[in-house]
């Protein structure tokens, strides 16, 4: 199963309401057969949609193609780190945190938000 596919039912999407919330989120126009191409592997898009894809399904246009198994490229502890959210906590402390981050997204699994 393709990735977009695998994707699209995560979110519980018909094909039609996944086409209908793309094209309008993004302003594109794509047609039921273009979806369905994507889905079947029949068809690639092109690079400026294949970014509005991976912003959609809140993973990284590697892992949308099928060339990483890793959804996202920046991890959440980076993000945390980089508001300096734990700077005052000592090493063993930011190991726990890690770690309880890293088992709330396997239990999870960070779903895309619509906007």
Do not use: C, W
Request: proline share 3%; net charge neutral; charged share 30%.
């Amino acid at each position: 199963m393709s990735r977009f596919k695998e994707l699209r039912l995560e979110l519980k999407l018909t094909q039609e309401k996944f086409r209908q919330q793309f094209n309008h989120e993004y302003n594109r126009s794509y047609t039921a057969a273009a979806i369905s191409q994507f889905e079947n592997d029949k068809r690639t898009p092109e690079i400026s949609a294949l970014k509005d894809f991976s912003d959609f399904f809140n993973v990284s246009i590697d892992y949308l193609l099928g060339q990483s198994n890793i959804k996202t490229e920046i991890s959440t502890i980076a993000l945390h780190r980089q508001d300096n959210l734990m700077d005052d906590l000592p090493p063993e402390a930011i190991e726990r945190v890690e770690e309880f981050i890293e088992l709330m997204r396997l239990k999870y699994q960070k779903k895309p938000t619509t906007k």
